[in-house]
């Protein structure tokens, strides 16, 4: 039995794929330049990863590199505020005008007895809970 006239041309438009998917391989394989411009990393002095060689970096004084965290700035020593809250039992809290914070104080701390609403000057003392006010004198 003879093939019919579309089934020679199908075969025909098969090789004819088949040659051109050949062609386009090895076209793909001559100008391929996966792997040819390699990028190099270096590392620099820090450990980071850098593109720049080392000879083209500038250099470091190692010597002079501050380690840790940045210097805190010294606060000021007396702070002012108002007693919010003073109980029967000798503690209280002050508002902190700057940062309206509230910090603990017990009586002991304080030169004279303090009530309710009196400006005061303090100076803060960090404890295991928190701040405290201590050197608790009234305020003019």
Request: hydrophobic share 30%.
């Given at each position: 039995?003879?093939?019919?006239?579309?089934?020679?041309?199908?075969?025909?438009?098969?090789?004819?794929?088949?040659?051109?998917?050949?062609?386009?391989?090895?076209?793909?394989?001559?100008?391929?330049?996966?792997?040819?411009?390699?990028?190099?990393?270096y590392?620099?002095?820090?450990?980071?990863?850098?593109s720049?060689?080392?000879?083209?970096?500038?250099?470091?004084?190692?010597?002079?590199?501050?380690?840790?965290?940045?210097?805190?700035?010294?606060?000021?020593?007396?702070?002012?505020?108002?007693v919010?809250?003073?109980?029967?039992?000798?503690?209280?809290?002050?508002?902190?005008?700057?940062?309206?914070?509230?910090?603990f104080?017990?009586?002991?701390?304080?030169?004279?007895?303090?009530?309710?609403?009196?400006?005061?000057?303090?100076?803060?003392?960090?404890?295991?809970?928190?701040?405290?006010?201590i050197?608790i004198?009234?305020?003019?």
């Open positions: 039995m003879a093939d019919s006239f579309s089934k020679k041309e199908n075969f025909k438009k098969k090789l004819q794929k088949q040659k051109d998917k050949a062609l386009r391989r090895e076209e793909r394989k001559t100008n391929n330049d996966k792997g040819k411009e390699t990028e190099f990393m590392v620099d002095a820090y450990g980071r990863l850098t720049t060689p080392p000879e083209e970096r500038l250099e470091v004084d190692l010597d002079n590199i501050q380690l840790g965290a940045a210097p805190i700035e010294a606060e000021e020593a007396v702070k002012t505020g108002i919010t809250f003073v109980s029967d039992k000798g503690y209280g809290f002050i508002t902190e005008n700057k940062t309206n914070e509230n910090i104080f017990h009586s002991n701390n304080c030169a004279v007895p303090i009530k309710k609403g009196n400006k005061v000057s303090f100076e803060k003392e960090r404890s295991p809970k928190g701040f405290s006010a050197n004198e009234l305020v003019k």
